[in-house]
Structure formats: C-alpha cells, structure tokens
Nanobody, 134 residues
Framework: QVQLVESGGGSVQAGGSLRLSCVASGLIYSRHCMAWFRQAPGKEREGVAGLYRDSTPSYADSVKGRFTVSQDKAKNILYLEMNNLKPDDTAMYYC????????????????????????????WGQGTQVTVSS
C-alpha cells in the first residue's frame, strides 16, 4: 500500500521560497511516477511538476524556471523547491503517485491526474497549504 505524506507548506511573501517534501512508502520506482498538484479555492486542481519513472521532470508552464522537482530515492522523499513565489501560487499542494505506463513526458501530469478515472492505481496525500502574500 502506497502512502504519501506532505510537509513544508507555510506563509511567505511574494518573492520568497519554500521547499515542500513528500515522504513516500510502498513505492516501486521502476513502476511509479510522482508529481505535485495544487488546488486553489474555487479553481480546478492542476499539475505543477512531476517525475517520470526514469526521474525525467515535467513542469507546468506557469512554474517553469521557478520550481524544481527532485527525488531522494534512498530516503523515499519527493521535493518541490519553489522560488520567486507569487500570490497566484497560493493553493493546497498535493503529492501524488501512479503506476505509469510508457508515455510522453509532456503527458505525465495529465496522466497522473486522470489515472484513477482510467482505472489505473493512483495515490494522493492529504496536502500542505502554501499561502503567498503580496
């Protein structure tokens, strides 16, 4: 059973930085992809950044150049380093994982989002809140 627990959220001013962590258990890295998603009040959940099985990253256009996703497989932790934060980055941030078939890296975030509806095993954490003030 895969379990994901996020931490590291908080309140910062615009231009500040935060690092989110997702401690994972039960993952098989040769099978699973991982990603960060976020959901702001009144908005749909959106993919932020993810890693394919071979650790190739994929980013949403809105965070390219500001966010970095990385993984420490020895410690089973997925990170999201967030720099130059903007008020629009305010949201609940979720860690997710899914059994990943071969796919285009550009499709990674959409696949994890849709995995459950497709009948593929997927897993989600409880989320950590990020608030950016102007």
């Amino acid at each position: 059973q895969v379990q994901l627990v996020e931490s590291g959220g908080g309140s910062v001013q615009a231009g500040g930085s935060l690092r989110l962590s997702c401690v994972a258990s039960g993952l098989i890295y040769s099978r699973h992809c991982m990603a960060w998603f976020r959901q702001a009040p009144g908005k749909e959940r959106e993919g932020v950044a993810g890693l394919y099985r071979d650790s190739t990253p994929s980013y949403a256009d809105s965070v390219k150049g500001r966010f970095t996703v990385s993984q420490d497989k020895a410690k089973n932790i997925l990170y999201l380093e967030m720099n130059n934060l903007k008020p629009d980055d305010t949201a609940m941030y979720y860690c997710a994982a899914a059994d990943c078939p071969p796919l285009k890296r550009a499709d990674l975030l959409r696949y994890i989002e849709a995995a459950q509806a497709l009948g593929a095993p997927s897993y989600w954490g409880q989320g950590t809140q990020v608030t950016v003030s102007s």
